[in-house]
């Protein structure tokens, strides 16, 4: 599992959307719900998305299941 959170948000409901990184720069989303008896939802290595080392903003939306972020304004 990744070491290093870069950022998180509250997403729908009771889930976290974070992102991580391990030691190797690699980033993951993770998803997760702390008021259940089984958190996590969904793990998995962020692939061909080369500006996600770059973002400059993250939300998610509190009625769909999903995370947004921003690089460089875009």
Known sequence: MAETIITADQGVQDTYYTLMKDD???IYFYEFNPCVSSPSTQYQEIRN??????????????LLEHFY???DNK
């Open 24 to 26: 190797l720069g690699v």
């Open 69 to 71: 972020y921003a690089v």
């Open 49 to 62: 998305n080369a500006d996600i080392n770059q973002l400059s903003f993250i939300t998610s939306s509190g």
